[in-house]
């Protein structure tokens, strides 16, 4: 699999969490949704810049 394949797919996994959780924020549901999307998201973002830090 492609470097960007690998890292889209997650990432739209994560943005399809938030945008379902968004539309459910009245219920617990979707509050969870939009905070597993939000830290999936962040996690991410944090181990790219990680992995192309120097070591």
Not at 12 to 23: A, E, M, Q, R, W
Request: aromatic fraction near 14%; charge should be positive.
């Amino acid at each position: 699999m492609s470097p960007f394949l690998s890292l889209f797919i997650p990432v739209f996994g994560f943005l399809v969490l938030l945008t379902i959780g968004f539309s459910l924020r009245e219920r617990n549901i979707g509050v969870l949704m939009m905070w597993l999307g939000t830290l999936g998201i962040f996690g991410l973002t944090c181990w790219t810049i990680l992995e192309k830090l120097p070591t």
